[in-house]
């Protein structure tokens, strides 16, 4: 399968899975209309979409999610908190429950977010490829380590550098609430949950939702990549831009040779 991020960070996010020329998308925290734009400058086509899975209702996720999926006469996705909180319609995803979406089996489990139902997502494509996604987490539960093991790619949140954060523009209580159990991930954060993640099969993690104003790309890759190098992960550490889209990035199902 092909992933593409159509854009990631506080002001919108959506990612974009395609197998067999049928797309669904991980949130649509775009305009419908800036959600098509981004998709075709990607080479996303958005005509066969077979669903949109939300991972919480917090606009830079939900933005264009329901009026997207209405013109696409697709299902909409989420946990029933999600749905309830949005006032829609849509297939309520229960925790660690697996849904058939087009050609792809999605399946959820709850994080730790200040929305109503905040879920991780897995997607697993035709082949057995397997997508991981995490972000708008505080901090990563025994659940999310569960969902996301033996992913061959994961899109995880590198959200704020801990000194960023610590000296930048924002007022106690949104550094408290964004460094909080129910808050986001720090680098520091992201490279320990990717630590334990880790496995031989995994080729590409893409970090997310950073910051524009409490971290950097290259801080929130340095981190990662001091953490994951000496593991001996040799696979792409990408990081999710804002302003455009990244990818398409090719999923394969790992084959990872058994140790002599
Ligand atoms: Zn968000
Ligand atoms: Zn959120």
């Not at 959820?108 to 997508?131: M, S």
């Not at 996301?148 to 954060?165: M, W």
Request: glycine share 12%; hydrophobic share 45%; net charge negative.
């Amino acid at each position: 399968m092909n992933v593409v991020v159509l854009g990631s960070g506080s002001r919108g996010n959506a990612v974009a899975i395609t197998s067999d020329d049928v797309t669904v998308l991980v949130d649509a925290g775009f305009s419908p209309r800036a959600l098509r734009k981004r998709a075709a400058a990607a080479g996303v086509d958005l005509s066969r979409l077979a669903g949109v899975v939300l991972t919480h209702e917090h606009g830079d996720h939900a933005r264009g999610a329901v009026a997207l999926a209405t013109s696409a006469g697709c299902e909409l996705y989420a946990s029933g908190g999600t749905l309830s909180r949005l006032g829609s319609a849509g297939r309520a995803i229960g925790q660690l429950e697996t849904v058939a979406v087009g050609p792809f089996w999605v399946s959820a489990c709850r994080t730790r977010h200040d929305a109503a139902e905040p879920i991780a997502v897995c997607v697993t494509g035709p082949e057995g490829e397997k997508l991981g996604i995490a972000y708008d987490l505080g901090e990563a539960g025994v659940a999310v380590r569960y969902l996301l093991r033996a992913a061959d790619c994961l899109v995880v949140e590198a959200n704020y550098d801990d000194v960023l954060l610590r000296t930048g523009p924002y007022p106690a209580s949104v550094r408290e609430r964004i460094a909080g159990s129910h808050g986001h991930l720090s680098n520091r954060a992201a490279a320990e949950l990717l630590a334990e993640l880790w496995h031989p099969g995994l080729r590409t993690v893409v970090l997310a939702h950073v910051s524009e104003q409490c971290n950097r790309p290259d801080l929130a890759h340095a981190q990662v990549r001091g953490t994951l190098e000496p593991l001996g992960y040799d696979g792409d550490l990408l990081v999710a831009p804002q302003d455009g889209a990244l990818g398409p990035i090719v999923v394969l199902r790992s084959v990872v040779a058994a140790p002599a």
